[in-house]
């Protein structure tokens, strides 16, 4: 599979180990940085992933920062994205199976590498039902997402 990962630099060194083992898988990796932990802004490489995933330049996302959540409110930013927190397994494959998640979020302050690597693996791995419960909900998302005031 095309992914695309960034993280700032409190995810860096995870984004590292998740760049090589993801290619080891077989996966076509594509890294939009941060190079080096120097601090940087997270809604930077949100929407670097973000703008991957909705241009169909790749197929889905992984971002990295310290908890994950500030990853995941802004690249939820992004028309088209549906970026999920994940800290477990469950999570991982959960959310694209039922919610057709395209982006994965994870905090390098708060799970380990070993984890981290699982998940991914997890959500990569995933595929989306498509079961008509999870359709009509996913509708119903993209319907919020078109709400304009």
């Given at each position: 599979m095309k992914v695309a990962i960034a993280g700032d630099?409190?995810?860096?060194?995870?984004?590292?180990?998740?760049?090589?083992?993801?290619?080891?898988?077989?996966?076509?990796v594509i890294d939009l940085g941060a190079d080096d932990e120097t601090p940087s802004?997270?809604?930077?490489?949100?929407?670097?992933?973000?703008?991957?995933?909705?241009?169909?330049?790749?197929?889905?996302g992984i971002l990295v920062c310290g908890s994950g959540i500030?990853?995941?409110?802004?690249?939820?930013?992004?028309?088209?994205?549906?970026?999920?927190?994940?800290?477990?397994?469950?999570?991982?494959?959960?959310?694209?199976?039922?919610?057709d998640m395209n982006v994965l979020c994870l905090g390098s302050r708060v799970i380990g590498p070993t984890p981290a690597l699982e998940i991914a693996r997890a959500f990569l791995s995933a595929t989306f039902t498509n079961e008509e419960r999870h359709a009509r909900r996913l509708q119903k998302v993209l319907e919020i997402e078109e709400y304009q005031r």
């Open positions: 630099h409190a995810g860096y060194q995870l984004k590292q180990l998740l760049v090589s083992e993801l290619k080891k898988d077989g996966h076509d802004d997270y809604p930077d490489f949100a929407r670097a992933v973000g703008l991957a995933v909705t241009k169909e330049d790749v197929e889905r500030g990853a995941c409110v802004a690249a939820n930013k992004i028309k088209g994205i549906r970026a999920g927190l994940a800290h477990d397994t469950y999570s991982g494959h959960q959310g694209v199976e039922h919610d």
